[in-house]
Each structure stands twice: as structure tokens, then as C-alpha cells.
């Protein structure tokens, strides 16, 4: 499974759907996402964003205050909860009104001022910058009947020597070039793009793979995972589905499919394709991680 980066970084939890207007305790929670940026200003602004979570507003505002970007800027609106807050990211949505990472924190902070308009904004950040982790958030507080962010395709190829040695940014670049080579390295990229929220971009990676190999089951499913948006979910299903039959003893049709419905809150059936999955490839790969969720499900009680 690959894991790229630091994706996303939230200083408190995913907060709940918008019932209506109803001032929330405490300061609302900051998402900043800097994807497998380690230069200096991203190093700053996640430190800063831990001070916050932690309480510590004053020290947070000061290491904002040094950088002069738009996610700095963002921060430093929040650091002045709940005074200037809102008015300061109204007028940053004024001065930069294709910026998501805005639109997606307005929503927020209206959200805990009590104030209407969080989904409005929520809807604008991702027709603003739809291929960013600001997006699938969100996408999270639009629609919380489905699990948080977007089902990822798990690819079976290994990962390529020396691959966890490499810093972050070395290991996107490392899996790019392989994409450029192969459909096991367009897979193994447009995984590690959905984990950074580059949804568009890993759905374009996947459906590359299916042209250049059709006949190819996991190219095949992954086009059709890359697909699960949860405004259209159809799009997904509507072509993982039929792959059942095309590849009746493919657990990777199966994982996926119970991934799916996994995502979209139907547990029941998600577990049946799970169980599938492993009894028509008992030793794969994916029938471990098959017997993994189900424990998991299990353990819930579901």
C-alpha cells in the first residue's frame, strides 16, 4: 500500500453537517493541506497549526504572521478566533475567489459562528480546485452519510526498490517516472494521488491504464474506483459492478466493490463482497486485507 506525505493537516475533529444556525463551543478546527511540501514556510505552517490545536492561539498568530500566503493568511484568520475571523476570510474570499483552501474554512468558521452559508462555500471550494484534499473535505462535510475521504485503490505490484528510503517528495517523483513506464507504475501513482486528495489527476492516471490495457482486471477497477465521487456515486458502481462477471474469480473486483459499499455506509453487502473476495483468491494479497476490514466490522458490531 503506498503512503505518501503529509497530506492533510486538521487541527481538531472533521466538524459534524450543517443543521443550522447554532453557535458551536470553542474555536473551530483549521485544515491546512501542504501535500509532501518540506520546505521552510510549509515546516512553519504546520507547526504553527499544531500550536493551534493545541490551544496556543497567540503563538500559532505569530508564526502565521511571518509568511505572507494564502494558507498563512487562512491560518492567521483563525488565530484571531472569534473576533476577526470571519470578516478576514470573507475578504480573503474576495481577493483570491479561486482558492479553495479559503472557501473550505469560511465554511468552517461560519459553521461554528452560528452563521449561514457553510455550504454554500463547501460547494465552491471544491467547483474552485476540485483536484485538491480541500476538496474530498469538503466533499466529508457535504456528505457525512458516507465514510471520510474516498475510497483508494490498492494496487498489488510492489513498490519499486528503494522506495522507502526516499523523502516524501522523492517517493511522488520516483512513482511518476514509473508511471511514464508501465500499468502496475500508472497504478501504483494514481494511489498515492488519491491518498494526497489529487482525485481528478488519479482518476485521469487510472482511466490511462484501462486504455492501455483493457483486458487488464486491476487497470479495469482501478478506472472505475478513480471514478467514486460521492455527488455521482453511480459513476463508480456503475462500472465496478458489471466487472463481476467479466472477472468472476478476481478478488480484486470483489475488495474493491466492498470497498465501495464500505464507503457508501451499506455494511451488509459490503461484508459479502469482502467474504467473496477471499474465497475466490484465498491466498492474495487483497484477501488479507479483506479479512482485516472484516474483523474491523466485526469488532464494531456491524
Do not use: C
Request: avoid cysteine.
Amino acid at each position: 500500500m503506498v503512503v505518501v506525505g503529509l497530506v492533510l493537516l486538521q487541527t481538531g475533529p472533521t466538524p459534524g453537517p450543517a443543521a443550522g444556525p447554532q453557535r458551536r463551543p470553542g474555536p473551530p478546527p483549521l485544515t491546512l493541506a501542504l501535500g509532501v511540501r518540506t520546505d521552510p514556510e510549509a515546516r512553519a505552517l504546520r507547526r504553527a497549526s499544531v500550536a493551534y490545536g493545541a490551544g496556543k492561539r497567540a503563538e500559532a498568530a505569530r508564526e502565521f504572521a511571518r509568511w505572507s500566503s494564502v494558507e498563512a493568511r487562512v491560518g492567521q484568520a483563525f488565530a484571531h478566533w472569534p473576533a476577526e475571523t470571519v470578516d478576514r476570510l470573507n475578504r480573503l474570499a474576495g481577493l483570491h475567489p479561486d482558492r479553495a483552501v479559503v472557501e473550505l474554512n469560511l465554511g468552517v468558521a461560519l459553521l461554528w459562528s452560528g452563521l449561514t452559508g457553510a455550504r454554500e462555500a463547501w460547494r465552491q471550494a471544491i467547483a474552485d480546485e476540485p483536484d485538491t484534499a480541500y476538496a474530498v473535505t469538503a466533499g466529508n462535510l457535504l456528505h457525512p452519510e458516507y465514510a471520510p475521504g474516498v475510497p483508494v485503490f490498492v494496487p498489488t505490484a510492489p513498490l519499486p526498490n528503494g522506495f522507502d528510503e526516499l523523502a516524501p517528495p522523492a517517493q511522488l517523483r520516483m512513482l511518476q517516472r514509473g508511471a511514464r513506464e508501465s500499468v502496475a507504475g500508472k497504478l501504483l501513482y494514481g494511489s498515492a494521488l488519491q491518498r494526497l486528495g489529487m482525485t481528478r489527476s488519479a482518476e485521469r492516471v487510472f482511466a490511462a491504464a484501462a486504455r492501455e490495457a483493457p483486458r487488464d482486471v486491476e487497470a479495469r477497477v482501478a478506472d472505475a474506483v478513480g471514478r467514486f465521487d460521492k455527488a455521482r456515486p453511480a459513476d463508480a458502481f456503475s462500472r465496478l459492478g458489471p466487472l463481476t462477471k467479466t472477472f468472476p474469480h478476481s478478488a480484486t473486483v470483489r475488495f474493491h466493490l466492498g470497498l465501495l459499499l464500505l464507503w457508501s455506509g451499506q455494511a451488509p453487502e459490503a461484508k459479502r463482497q469482502l467474504t467473496k473476495a477471499i474465497a475466490v483468491e484465498p491466498g492474495s494479497p487483497l484477501a488479507g486485507q479483506a479479512r482485516r476490514y472484516l474483523a474491523e466490522l466485526h469488532k464494531a458490531g456491524v
